[in-house]
């Protein structure tokens, strides 16, 4: 057998031919604001068509509070909402001491990555060694820490994840399922955060524009996904997440919930991204990172600086390559959060 009937049987081969001939009808081209604008409005609309689009009405989110935990620096809330009829949403929100209800504090919505849902970004573990392996090595609880640090926090559970997957769902199970409907987990998803911006902004301690979006791995999916098409969400980071689709979901396999059919054909990765211009947005990625190149991060940044640099806002983009693998680094992030929110 030869190397080219080798690459002849492999369907490997055959998708990284033709995603290297696949041009994006929506790739950033503009020019100017004006160019960018329409660029923009029409990359948007396509992308939540993509998704699977989204339900036409929003209808009552019928909150309630059924927990209050007393915590160092905070109080820890177990909140629950309604996105759509039949779907309620399990989430913890975080209010530091001293936080009054005036209308005033800041807020971050944290979305979590692949494990055990909300409960890993707010620190809860059922022992040391969970804490460990879960936490610690990923430093996980980036909304214990920005709790601490005074921000207002919201942590909820998506889908198939954590209190949401009560009949073992998972990831692959449900985005297959979904694909039958004519939807996406990754567009259900980011519904469900919508929806948590809007329980959010009924909050009368939040000042609803004051409000920021973070998350790791998934979460820096999840991230990217709600803020490229959410205009409430002043500020973002983005972890653990950015290259070109090619070479994280192409060149290695990943979960079936990061990926939204027929995308590269529209718009690779960092076009997508860069609908969150002209907001301030901080990208980390490991050096190590094992689900990355390195350099198609650092070149597809460079593209998205472009986008920010037509809008208007080459200040507001950062990337945070750091010495490290795929976990949350924090390092610049905080200070971004504060400089921005």
């Known amino acids: 057998m030869t190397d080219q009937d080798l690459q002849s049987y492999s369907t490997l081969a055959y998708l990284r031919r033709l995603a290297g001939e696949t041009r994006p009808a929506l790739a950033f081209a503009a020019t100017n604001r004006e160019e960018w604008q329409a660029w923009h409005e029409a990359l948007a609309h396509r992308l939540s068509v993509l998704l699977g689009s989204f339900p036409?009405?929003?209808?009552?989110?019928?909150?309630?509070?059924?927990?209050?935990?007393?915590?160092?620096?905070?109080?820890?809330?177990?909140?629950?909402?309604?996105?759509?009829?039949?779907?309620?949403?399990?989430?913890?929100?975080?209010?530091?001491h001293g936080v009054r209800a005036d209308g005033t504090a800041r807020a971050v919505l944290c979305l979590h990555g692949h494990g055990r849902g909300k409960a890993d970004v707010v620190g809860l573990a059922g022992g040391d060694v969970e804490r460990q392996v879960r936490i610690r090595s990923h430093n996980y609880d980036y909304a214990h820490q920005l709790a601490r640090r005074g921000y207002v926090v919201l942590a909820p559970d998506a889908r198939a994840f954590g209190e949401r997957a009560p009949g073992g769902e998972t990831c692959t199970w449900m985005m297959t399922a979904a694909l039958l409907l004519g939807k996406t987990l990754v567009g259900?998803?980011?519904?469900?955060?919508?929806?948590?911006?809007?329980?959010?902004?009924?909050?009368?301690?939040?000042d609803p524009a004051?409000?920021?979006?973070?998350?790791?791995?998934?979460?820096?999916?999840?991230?990217?996904?709600?803020?490229?098409?959410?205009?409430?969400?002043?500020?973002?980071?983005?972890?653990?997440?950015?290259?070109?689709?090619?070479?994280?979901?192409?060149?290695?396999?990943?979960?079936?919930?990061?990926?939204?059919?027929?995308?590269?054909?529209?718009?690779?990765?960092?076009?997508?991204?860069?609908?969150?211009?002209?907001r301030p947005l901080l990208i980390e990625n490991g050096a190590?990172?094992?689900?990355?190149?390195?350099?198609?991060?650092?070149?597809?940044?460079?593209?998205?600086?472009?986008?920010?640099?037509?809008?208007?806002?080459?200040?507001?983009v950062a990337l945070d390559m750091f010495e490290g693998g795929h976990r949350w680094n924090g390092a610049l992030a905080y200070d971004w959060l504060d400089r921005w929110l």
């Not at 059924?66 to 996105?83: A, I, M, W």
């Not at 519904?191 to 329980?199: E, F, G, N, S």
């Not at 979460?219 to 994280?248: E, N, W």
């Not at 350099?295 to 806002?313: C, D, M, N, P």
């Open 288 to 316: 190590e990172d094992p689900l990355y190149t390195r350099e198609v991060v650092e070149t597809s940044f460079q593209k998205l600086r472009h986008i920010y640099e037509v809008a208007g806002a080459a200040d507001r």
């Open 210 to 278: 004051r409000l920021a979006c973070v998350g790791l791995s998934w979460g820096g999916t999840h991230t990217m996904y709600t803020t490229a098409l959410d205009p409430r969400i002043r500020v973002a980071v983005v972890s653990g997440y950015f290259s070109t689709f090619k070479d994280t979901l192409i060149e290695r396999g990943c979960c079936p919930c990061q990926y939204v059919p027929s995308i590269l054909g529209v718009a690779d990765l960092p076009d997508v991204v860069g609908l969150i211009a002209p």
């Open 56 to 96: 036409s009405e929003r209808g009552d989110l019928n909150p309630r509070v059924v927990e209050r935990v007393p915590c160092e620096g905070y109080v820890r809330e177990k909140v629950v909402f309604d996105s759509e009829p039949g779907a309620s949403v399990p989430a913890y929100f975080l209010v530091p």
């Open 188 to 206: 259900m998803r980011v519904w469900d955060a919508m929806r948590a911006i809007d329980y959010i902004r009924t909050r009368p301690e939040v």
